[in-house]
């Protein structure tokens, strides 16, 4: 019985001891996790250093590698470039054309889209208001909706072939 004893107290002393000598208490990981949050913070607050050709420029006489002789064309165009038009804006490439031709391309096909649903509805309404046979079969407002149905009709197929030529033009473009 004694050494049943012993053995309980011994196994929660074993229990006991190693953790309050290796656990954090709540307020030391609090503080940890306060301070850890704050550089956080203080880092994301200091802006990024972004580097300019100024900035290339004047690091050329230190231990920095740049291109020399007749390989650095790059540089020696873009100079050029500064040099020749400060107020010009540089040519555009044939990609920055091509997504400008594009965006073109997709505002006049949005355009399009626009037109036809909204003369769908204004034919939606029409066919409500024709449909509508309490002011009677024959009068001078159903013969004006007529009229209107067949204009609205014939504007939904000019803005369907607008599209259908729009979208022909992106796939020969392809946009």
Do not use: C, H
């Not at 006991?16 to 954090?24: C, H």
């Not at 009709?153 to 392809?174: F, H, P, V, W, Y």
Request: hydrophobic content about 35%.
């Amino acid at each position: 019985m004694r050494f049943r004893t012993l053995a309980t107290v011994a196994a929660a002393a074993l229990l006991v001891v190693p953790s309050t000598l290796l656990g954090q208490s709540l307020a030391e990981a609090a503080a940890k996790e306060k301070a850890r949050r704050k550089a956080l913070e203080e880092s994301r607050k200091k802006p990024a250093r972004s580097y300019t050709d100024d900035d290339l420029g004047r690091a050329k006489g230190t231990n920095a590698s740049f291109p020399s002789g007749p390989d650095s064309t790059t540089t020696a165009e873009s100079a050029e470039t500064k040099e020749a038009a400060p107020g010009a804006k540089p040519e555009k490439t044939e990609d920055e054309m091509k997504a400008e031709a594009a965006a073109a391309w997709r505002k006049k096909l949005d355009a399009a889209n626009t037109a036809a649903t909204t003369y769908r509805d204004q034919l939606g309404k029409i066919q409500n208001d024709l449909n509508d046979t309490s002011g009677g079969l024959y009068s001078s407002r159903r013969t004006t909706l007529l009229n209107l149905l067949e204009e609205t009709k014939t504007k939904i197929a000019e803005s369907e072939q607008q599209i259908a030529d729009l979208q022909d033009e992106g796939r020969r473009n392809r946009y």
